[in-house]
């Protein structure tokens, strides 16, 4: 039996100094014809992890578009985020070293 009321705490990891609630935004029920935006932050070896996620998105059916930040250091830039908002449904962020 699932506790649907179980509450969860996400850290957010840019610093804030007080807890913020947010609302989960909506997720598609299947990733089956949606596209998929790929974020890599531009760490070593965050390509080798999104080429994988690539491979298993593309054998369920999604669509794959592909994104690279100019360095990890910084937010991406505007127009970048833009691209990637009007692009895409759903987006996966590469974290890994």
Known sequence: ?????????????TGERSLVDRQLATRP????????????????????????????LTTIGAAVNRYTKPTFA?????DL?????TECQVVIEALAD
């Open 29 to 56: 029920n299947s990733l089956e014809g949606v596209t998929v935006g790929l974020l890599n932050i531009s760490k070593p070896r965050g390509d080798v992890f999104l080429d994988r996620i690539e491979e298993r």
């Open 74 to 78: 910084k937010p991406a830039p505007v």
């Open 81 to 85: 985020r833009h691209k990637i908002a």
């Open 1 to 13: 039996m699932t506790n649907t009321s179980m509450t969860r705490s996400i850290l957010d990891p």
